[in-house]
């Protein structure tokens, strides 16, 4: 089982991109999911994560307001829609798969990472 983020590119300040996150032999349906991202020198930190418990969702504080998940079942696919983009926001982004019971937004608690895509948010 493998995801694959997508749709990472270069943007001015204030824009907006919209990611995916694709699976293969799973129904992405069927798990929480979970976006990363991980800047130059820093950590790999969660910027959206579904908890165990039905309907519990966490958006990082520094893209509340900004970025909004989506789902389309059909496609099997998840969507980070990314708005109002800042400097700040440019990393390599990855969606994973809960594995852990919880409601952490905790990159250990989530497995089955495939390779990001890298947001670049530059004038």
């Known amino acids: 089982v493998q995801l694959q983020a997508s749709g990472g590119g270069l943007v001015q300040p204030g824009g907006s991109l919209r990611l995916s996150c694709a699976a293969s032999g799973i129904r992405l349906d069927r798990y929480a999911i979970g976006w990363f991202r991980q800047a130059p020198g820093k950590g790999r930190e969660g910027v959206y994560c579904e908890g165990s418990s039905d309907g519990n969702t966490y958006y990082a504080d520094s893209v509340k307001g900004r970025f909004t998940i989506s789902r389309d079942n059909a496609k099997n696919t998840v969507y980070l829609q990314m708005n109002s983009l800042k400097l700040e926001d440019a990393a390599v982004y990855y969606c994973?798969?809960?594995?852990?019971?919880?409601?952490?937004?905790?990159?250990?608690?989530?497995?089955?990472w495939g390779q990001g895509t890298l947001v670049t948010v530059s004038s």
């Open positions: 994973a798969t809960r594995h852990y019971m919880g409601d952490y937004c905790s990159p250990s608690d989530f497995g089955s």
